[in-house]
């Protein structure tokens, strides 16, 4: 693929990626209140069925990530990604039509079956783009999901307000349906089929896959940065209550907090992929895993609101070094050909972080409070910095599969 094609590809499928996650992150603020406006039909409290509609996409995801990802391989990745966002889009116009609790959990778990957006554009940078610009192609990529999730709360606050609840699931799927558009007539892949005698079992794909020296480790690397990055979300209006003693203000608090940490975190993923580029992937991988064990302890003791809203914005530069440096390590360690499958995996995994940092911190909570839930949070990234170090000091000896063997538009 020529510089101007895989160039184009890059900017359109940026595009891509903000519409999409500031389409699904856009119902996020009001969903359980949009539960609570269904009522439940059968058993159960609304609180109960709120926490599956959040559970149900996850765990579905996970399970069907994998799945696409190997079809990817197969029959191309640009379909994979026509699939997630025009799906997606009719899956969340669905809910607009929820008329209980229990439909609204359904079409969130077709939905979570059906997309896989994140994982679709990212397996797509990694088979066009040249090698060495793996770290500031997919840093673009990672600042695309953190704009989309800025503004998206913010645009559904908006919309909610003015034309109602449904109406917001309706202008998500209309902005879902208009990347998908997108793909249709602007990414370009030159997709070659394997052919059938060559074609890998699925299974065989995945265990090939974890072979790969480094594989797992990354991995273990992806799930606990989704983990420690989702435990305190659900909880940390509370805390802003904690600190404010009052729920005057936390909301709105604990909104700007979510704002910054994207704002900061979508300019740093640029920067500092293009510094991993140059100065090598592991270390910015390990750097910012260590600089949030900082801010994550340090967040156990603040005194106020606001110390805690500066050490949320924070977090935005050490998840601006990590996301990035793990997909362009995945990429250049991945098999050629096999791009649907290492993200496909890499999807699936970070779901599962997900669905288990909500139970961890609903766990954790009322035994020790917010600030040891940031305690475990800090442990949890000492682990990461563990395993971004195992992978740093492998990476000397050893010469990355894909690296060897790739060129521009495998």
């Known amino acids: 693929m020529h510089m101007a094609e895989w160039r184009r590809n890059l900017c359109v499928l940026f595009v891509v990626q903000v519409l999409s996650v500031a389409g699904f992150s856009l119902v996020y603020p009001f969903m359980p209140l ?43 990745r640009k379909p994979m990604l026509i699939r997630a966002t025009i799906g997606g889009a009719v899956m969340v116009a669905l809910m607009g039509f929820a008329q209980s609790a229990e439909q609204l959990v359904l079409i969130r778990t077709f939905q979570g079956l059906l997309t896989g957006i994140v994982s679709a554009t990212s397996a797509i940078v990694a088979a066009t783009v040249p090698k060495e610009k793996s770290g500031e192609s997919l840093g673009l990529i990672q600042t695309g999901l953190w704009v989309g999730a800025a503004v998206g709360p913010l645009i559904g606050g908006v919309v909610s307000e003015a034309f109602g609840y449904r109406a917001s699931f309706w202008f998500t799927g209309a902005a879902l349906a208009l990347a998908g558009v997108a793909v249709i007539f602007w990414v370009k892949e030159d997709f070659e089929r394997p052919a059938p005698q060559k074609r890998v079992k699925f299974w065989e794909s995945y265990r090939d896959l974890l072979r790969v020296p480094d594989m797992p480790s990354l991995y273990w690397v992806s799930f606990l940065q989704s983990l420690g990055r989702s435990v305190t979300m659900p909880l940390l209006a509370f805390f802003f209550v904690e600190l404010l003693s009052s729920s005057e203000g936390a909301a709105v608090l604990s909104g700007l907090s979510i704002g910054a940490k994207a704002a900061i975190g979508s300019v740093s993923a640029v920067y500092l992929g293009r510094l991993s580029d140059r100065i090598g992937h592991e270390k910015v991988l390990t750097a910012g895993a260590a600089f949030a064990i900082l801010v994550y302890f340090f967040q156990t003791f603040v005194t106020n609101a606001w110390q805690l809203l500066a050490l949320q914005a ?27 499958t290492t993200f496909g995996l890499s999807n699936s995994v970070s779901a599962a972080g997900r669905m288990v940092a909500p139970m961890l911190g609903a766990a954790v909570f009322p035994l020790i409070g917010m600030r040891g839930v940031f305690g475990v949070v800090t442990i949890i990234y000492v682990v990461l910095a563990l395993a971004a170090l195992y992978v740093w000091r492998k990476s000397a000896a050893e010469v990355p599969v894909g690296a060897a063997t790739r060129v521009a538009g495998d």
């Open 34 to 76: 949009y539960v609570a406006e269904l009522g439940v039909a059968t058993r159960g409290s609304v609180a109960f069925w709120s926490g599956l509609v959040f559970s149900a996409q996850a765990v579905t995801m996970m399970l069907s990530s994998p799945v696409w990802g190997t079809l990817a391989d197969r029959y191309g």
């Open 314 to 340: 924070l977090i935005g530069v050490s998840a601006g070094a990590i996301m990035p440096a793990t997909s362009a390590l995945l990429n250049l360690r991945t098999p050629r050909g096999a791009y649907g």
